[in-house]
């Protein structure tokens, strides 16, 4: 229930202007998006040169989903790149999508802190990085909020809302509307390692790996998680990721434990075994 409503606050105004920063895998596919659904986009990156090729691809996704030459035109004319550095200033929402590094991604939100609308979203793509240690050098810190995007961004409907600790609920409610407005599915999730989506996958990934350590080989594992019904095979799918992320974010969370979770073990020591006696974590009937 709560993921059905949530981004459908009433009373939120509709993004006109969305300025993202970072012309790489993500913020360039990111703006492109945004730019066809609708949005005027302004694309930023501190090498100018990485904002050229993110545009060619923005326009080779215009021509696959829009068939008119008129609407891939409107959608060209609606991504700029943010040239005189005024996007920030003028923007509704700002999509921060730069280097994976604290520091960095610190000193780019102070100088942003001065130049956007107080009422504007203020929103990191970071996938590792706690909110908390990026914020405290906003005047408010509570506008910082997680826009977390999946790549390849066209095809993964789901964004990851992510609220830290006493983040501004206007800002979050401001966030996940601007997902649903771009077509997006919002997810509300903590500031804790991973979200959800990546905290689920990352030890899945890992055990598949671990079989191959053992011998099996990646083509065995990834037609045998096919045939169980993922749309996906594990090995495939780390290779997607990239293997020098999947081994980062192996290392940061999956925890070597040996003990079951909590929820586990509570529910089977009081015979709440699943469907077969009608209720695990869901009630079956
Ligand atoms: P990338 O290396 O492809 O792109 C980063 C871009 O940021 C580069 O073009 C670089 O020139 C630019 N940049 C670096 N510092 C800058 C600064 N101070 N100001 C302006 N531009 C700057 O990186 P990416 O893979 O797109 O990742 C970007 C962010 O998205 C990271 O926080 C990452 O955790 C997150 N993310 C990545 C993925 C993924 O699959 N790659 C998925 C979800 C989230």
Known sequence: ERLKSFGKAEGVAAARHVHVIGAGVMGGDIAAWCALRGLTVTLADQDIARIAPAIQRAHTLFKRRLRDPLLQRAAADRLIPDVDGCGAARADV???????NVEVKRELFRRLDAQMR???VLATNTSSLRLEDLRDVLARPERLVGIHFFNPVAKMPLVEVVAAEGADPAMLA????????????????????GFLVNAVLAPYLQAAMRCVDEGLSPETIDEAM????????????????????????????????????TCLAERVAGGRLGRKSGSGFYTWR
Do not use: C, N
Not at 94 to 100: G, H, M, S
Not at 176 to 192: C, E, N, T, Y
């Open 226 to 261: 096919l045939a169980f019904g993922m749309p996906m095979g594990p090995i495939e799918l780390a290779d997607t990721v990239g293997l020098d992320i999947a081994l980062a974010a192996g290392r940061s969370l999956v925890s070597d434990v040996s003990e079951p979770p």
């Open 174 to 193: 401001r966030a996940a509307a601007f997902v649903r407005q771009i077509d997006r599915l919002p997810l509300p999730v903590k500031s804790a390692p």
């Open 94 to 100: 700002v999509i921060e999508a730069i280097v994976e």
């Open 118 to 120: 107080p009422d504007a």
